[in-house]
C-alpha cells in the first residue's frame, strides 16, 4: 500500500516478485531454461497462475491450497 501510494504523488517504484513477469522470467534465465520447458506449480490465481501467464509459462494450479473453500475442494476424499 505504501509503493501504491508513493506512486499516486508521483515516485517511481519497482515492482517485483509474483505475479509480476520479471520474477518469473529472473528465474528461468538463472537457472538457464527454456521457458517453454517450464511448469510453474502454485495454489495462487493472483499470484501463481496469473503470473505465470503473464510471463508465458505454463503453469499447473494446486486446487488444494488457499483457493481450497472457495472451490469446495474436499481434500482426503
Do not use: M, Q
Not at 32 to 51: E, F, T, Y
Not at 67 to 77: N, R
Request: neutral net charge; aromatic residues 6%.
Amino acid at each position: 500500500k505504501i509503493a501504491k501510494r508513493y506512486e499516486e504523488i508521483g515516485g517511481k517504484c519497482t515492482w517485483f516478485g509474483k505475479p509480476h513477469a520479471p520474477h518469473f522470467e529472473a528465474c528461468i534465465r538463472k537457472l538457464g531454461l527454456d521457458k517453454n520447458r517450464v511448469a510453474h506449480v502454485g495454489d495462487s490465481l493472483h499470484h501463481d497462475v496469473a503470473g505465470a501467464n503473464a510471463a508465458g509459462i505454463d503453469s499447473v494450479f494446486v486446487t488444494g491450497g488457499i483457493h481450497c473453500e472457495e472451490l469446495k475442494v474436499s481434500l482426503g476424499e
